[in-house]
């Protein structure tokens, strides 16, 4: 399907920037449904977002972008794809992309909605 491939194409290409943001544009709009939600979170789409992050934690971009589908994939309290945030790393990326980017609005508005749902779901 088309999230497998999205995930395949930013596992393989972990370098290039644009791929990364576009992917994670077109991840968050599959994540528009709770099946959506799901088959991307199973397929690794969190794991494949939070590598993205950690890779390019200069572009704020790519960072709000990620930080957005993250934010859709935890939707409606999804707990399986926050704790797959929680165990790859994507709350202290949250919490660097704020100190990264400290006068980019999105980034922090999209970095401290997804911790707000962290916490709300998992609790940590």
């Known amino acids: ?16 920037e644009d791929l990364q943001k576009y992917a994670c544009g077109a991840i968050a709009n599959i994540c ?3 099946e959506g939600r ?11 977002l939070v590598v993205a992050m950690r890779g390019h934690t200069g572009n704020a971009s790519l960072q709000s972008g990620a930080l957005t589908t993250l934010y859709r994939l935890t939707r409606l309290n999804n707990t399986d794809n926050a704790t797959r945030a929680v165990r ?16 980019n609005k999105q980034v922090i508005e999209e970095a401290r909605d997804f911790l707000k749902r962290l916490d709300f779901c998992v609790g940590r």
């Open 1 to 16: 399907g088309a999230v497998e491939a999205l995930v395949a194409a930013m596992r393989g290409h972990t370098e290039k």
């Open 88 to 103: 790859a790393g994507a709350k202290n990326l949250a919490e660097a992309a704020i100190l990264a980017h400290p006068c």
């Open 32 to 34: 528009q449904s709770a």
């Open 38 to 48: 799901d088959r991307a979170g199973r397929a690794g789409a969190v794991e494949a």
